[in-house]
């Protein structure tokens, strides 16, 4: 079974040494697609959301019995995923990330480009996205 994401507000109000994290959230210059990073101790993760897109994946994720196939998601470790959520990955008042820019917390960085947005680990693994194609690597 793969990995299910949730980001959430309440998950940034946890407090003190046990629960240091942190989060940020961004969308493309087009707003079709919207990202949140969430990294806390060991782990990091970032999910984006497309809300147009002619998918390049039509199969479910093994498990899967939420929404998929218009988000896409990498760990601080690992290859890039398909998510399965059930929930929007932001709030829609995330800031543009324009192109050229770039982002990054735990060890994940994404960068916009008028050809999408890509996001990796430091391994180089993760997930390149735009409308018209998407690719996990």
Sequence with gaps: MRHFLTFSAAACLLTGPAFAQDYL?????????KCAIYSGGDE???????????PSYRKRPAGCEFDWGSSFAVDRIGKGYLAC???????GNEPVLGYGQSVSLGGIACVSAKTGV?????DGHGFS?????????
Excluded at 85 to 91: E, F, G
Excluded at 118 to 122: D, E, I, K, L, Q
């Design 118 to 122: 890509t996001c990796t680990n430091a």
């Design 129 to 137: 996205i735009a409308k018209a194609k998407q690719k996990l690597f």
């Design 44 to 54: 990091a993760s970032v999910r984006c959301d497309m809300s147009k897109l002619t």
């Design 25 to 33: 959230d961004f969308q493309s210059p087009t707003g079709n697609i």
């Design 85 to 91: 959520v059930s929930d929007p990955a932001t709030n």
